[in-house]
């Protein structure tokens, strides 16, 4: 592909509860005129912040801006739970080959909360860096199963793990909605907008980041010396380019055909009050994924709010606009009741949408599409440890720096071939009614 017009472009709500707890920001100033860069990233989430950071400490002397169609860090990459994980349960693989495909990925998701890890150490950011673990639930008997699955799995691969059980996830978890849990020591909980918001402030000063300035085309020039890209207000011509949008990849003309979006909404409480609180038993902070695909993924912070996350659909304008998030608050205030039956009905804070990108079978985007154009993202919901890591790396690929991280991830960088729309559309979204009619009652 030589050139795309970009039609879909990112619209953020300001209701997210999470970018609600940090302080105001002043957004940097949009694109303006003709202007000339060595390399431009695409979108300044985890993906581009990250890579953002890893090409100027290649290149101390080259031109390097960021182009965020909204406000930086304000995304996805705050709007998501905060789970940052190396094992996922939903990939579950038995056979020997299976097992080895399992340990590749979780090599690499491994390798994801390792980078943020150290740049949270490095940068000295403040994202409460909970490495507590997460929990695996299931509130159906015939779940269960896959949770002990899970635990033999976990076990083959010597990774430390316990299954929970009656009064003791009860306890833990304040609630005596689940049958069963399976706590794993791999797992970090985090406040992701103070994560962003932290990448943001620590940008080396050689990086240029215009905000408000969505792409809404590029193209490739014609003497190959590289890409022009137009804002509303502004072109910009470089040499290298990263594209780091994930969510909204397809829509900039990255692999259309090998990944596609899907819309997510959550919900946060207020803090509970005291009594609130000694009524659930005062548990630790916790996490809890579902055992079930579209099954809810639950918090309680440590400012003691619930998150609840049960929704994930194809919606083609990817952001949804008020009124389409009123309807999926009351699925997740329902969610919240079902596991706290104490709590009122006015609790839920704040609610907000956000994209992930998928594939079909689990595999990421991390390649050089074209001479000079680079793209990471396809995070399959795991794009808080990858993103970070991608990026990164994406940025050393570019710059022809081979590394361990960057063989390790090629091995799971090649997406599938999927059908073409409408069929794709048609065919996913019939197999989120399956899922979320076998995760009735864990959502
Ligand atoms: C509700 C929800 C819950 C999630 N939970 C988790 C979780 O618990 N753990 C986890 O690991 N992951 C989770 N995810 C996924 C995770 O948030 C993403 O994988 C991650 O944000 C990807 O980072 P990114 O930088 O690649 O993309 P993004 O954060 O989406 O950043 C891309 C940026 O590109 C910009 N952009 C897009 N198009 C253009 C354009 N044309 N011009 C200029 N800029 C553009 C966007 O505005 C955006 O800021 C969740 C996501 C959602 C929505």
């Given at each position: 592909?030589?050139?795309?017009?970009?039609?879909?472009?990112?619209?953020?709500?300001?209701?997210?509860?999470?970018?609600?707890?940090?302080?105001?920001?002043?957004?940097?100033?949009?694109?303006?005129?003709?202007?000339?860069?060595?390399?431009?990233?695409?979108?300044?989430?985890?993906?581009?912040?990250?890579?953002?950071?890893?090409?100027?400490?290649?290149h101390?002397?080259?031109?390097?801006?960021?182009?965020?169609?909204?406000?930086?860090?304000?995304?996805?990459?705050?709007?998501?739970?905060?789970?940052?994980?190396?094992?996922?349960?939903?990939?579950g693989?038995?056979?020997?080959?299976?097992?080895?495909?399992?340990?590749?990925?979780?090599?690499?998701?491994?390798?994801?909360?390792?980078?943020?890890?150290?740049?949270?150490?490095?940068?000295?950011?403040?994202?409460?860096?909970?490495?507590?673990?997460?929990?695996?639930?299931?509130?159906?008997?015939s779940?269960?199963?896959?949770?002990?699955?899970?635990?033999?799995?976990?076990?083959?691969?010597?990774?430390?793990?316990?299954?929970?059980?009656?009064?003791?996830?009860?306890?833990?978890?304040?609630?005596?909605?689940?049958?069963?849990?399976?706590?794993?020591?791999?797992?970090?909980?985090?406040?992701?907008?103070?994560?962003?918001?932290?990448?943001?402030?620590?940008?080396?000063?050689?990086?240029?980041?215009?905000?408000?300035?969505?792409?809404?085309?590029?193209?490739?020039?014609?003497n190959?010396?590289?890409?022009?890209?137009?804002?509303?207000?502004?072109?910009?011509?470089?040499?290298?380019?990263?594209?780091?949008?994930?969510?909204f990849?397809?829509?900039?003309?990255?692999?259309?055909?090998?990944?596609?979006?899907?819309?997510?909404?959550?919900s946060?409480?207020?803090?509970?009050?005291?009594?609130?609180?000694?009524?659930?038993?005062?548990?630790?902070p916790?996490g809890?994924?579902?055992?079930?695909?579209?099954?809810?993924t639950?918090?309680?912070?440590?400012?003691?709010?619930?998150?609840?996350?049960n929704?994930?659909e194809?919606?083609?304008?990817?952001?949804?606009?008020?009124?389409?998030?009123?309807l999926?608050?009351?699925?997740?205030?329902n969610?919240?009741?079902?596991?706290?039956?104490?709590?009122?009905?006015?609790?839920?804070?704040?609610?907000?949408?956000?994209?992930?990108?998928?594939?079909?079978?689990?595999?990421?985007v991390?390649?050089?599409?074209?001479?000079?154009?680079?793209?990471a993202?396809?995070?399959n919901?795991?794009?808080?440890?990858?993103?970070?890591?991608?990026?990164?790396?994406?940025?050393?690929?570019?710059?022809?720096?081979?590394?361990?991280?960057?063989?390790?991830?090629?091995?799971?960088?090649?997406?599938?071939?999927?059908?073409?729309?409408?069929?794709?559309?048609?065919?996913?979204?019939?197999?989120?009614?399956?899922?979320?009619?076998?995760?009735?009652?864990?959502?």
């Open positions: 592909m030589t050139a795309k017009i970009i039609s879909t472009l990112p619209k953020n709500d300001d209701s997210c509860g999470w970018l609600k707890q940090l302080p105001p920001r002043i957004a940097q100033p949009a694109l303006s005129g003709k202007q000339h860069a060595d390399w431009v990233v695409l979108g300044a989430g985890f993906t581009g912040l990250a890579a953002a950071r890893q090409l100027a400490l290649l101390p002397q080259a031109r390097i801006v960021v182009l965020e169609a909204e406000r930086a860090g304000e995304g996805s990459s705050a709007r998501n739970s905060g789970f940052l994980v190396d094992s996922t349960l939903n990939e693989h038995y056979s020997a080959a299976g097992l080895e495909l399992y340990r590749r990925k979780y090599e690499i998701k491994r390798a994801g909360v390792l980078a943020v890890q150290q740049l949270v150490t490095d940068l000295g950011i403040n994202c409460d860096f909970e490495s507590n673990g997460k929990i695996h639930c299931t509130a159906v008997k779940h269960e199963k896959k949770i002990l699955n899970f635990s033999k799995l976990l076990t083959e691969l010597k990774l430390s793990h316990k299954i929970l059980a009656g009064e003791e996830l009860q306890q833990r978890l304040g609630s005596s909605y689940y049958r069963m849990g399976l706590w794993t020591e791999g797992g970090v909980m985090l406040q992701p907008a103070k994560l962003a918001r932290g990448m943001i402030e620590k940008l080396p000063q050689q990086v240029e980041l215009f905000e408000n300035s969505p792409v809404i085309n590029w193209r490739k020039l014609s190959s010396a590289g890409y022009q890209l137009s804002t509303p207000e502004g072109q910009l011509s470089c040499e290298k380019l990263i594209v780091a949008v994930n969510g990849m397809t829509n900039c003309g990255v692999k259309p055909n090998r990944s596609f979006s899907l819309t997510l909404t959550a946060m409480t207020r803090p509970l009050t005291d009594e609130e609180d000694d009524a659930i038993g005062r548990p630790e916790w809890v994924l579902s055992a079930q695909s579209m099954g809810a639950v918090r309680l912070t440590k400012d003691r709010r619930i998150l609840m996350r929704t994930a194809v919606w083609p304008k990817l952001n949804m606009s008020a009124s389409d998030l009123e999926r608050k009351a699925k997740h205030l969610g919240i009741k079902r596991r706290f039956p104490q709590l009122g009905d006015d609790i839920i804070e704040s609610s907000w949408s956000g994209t992930i990108c998928l594939s079909g079978n689990n595999a990421n991390f390649s050089e599409l074209e001479n000079g154009m680079f793209a993202g396809c995070y919901a795991s794009g808080i440890g990858l993103g970070v890591l991608f990026g990164a790396e994406i940025a050393n690929l570019a710059s022809g720096k081979m590394s361990d991280e960057i063989r390790m991830i090629q091995t799971n960088s090649n997406p599938m071939l999927l059908p073409p729309q409408p069929f794709l559309g048609w065919g996913v979204g019939l197999r989120l009614l399956r899922d979320r009619f076998f995760a009735r009652h864990e959502q």
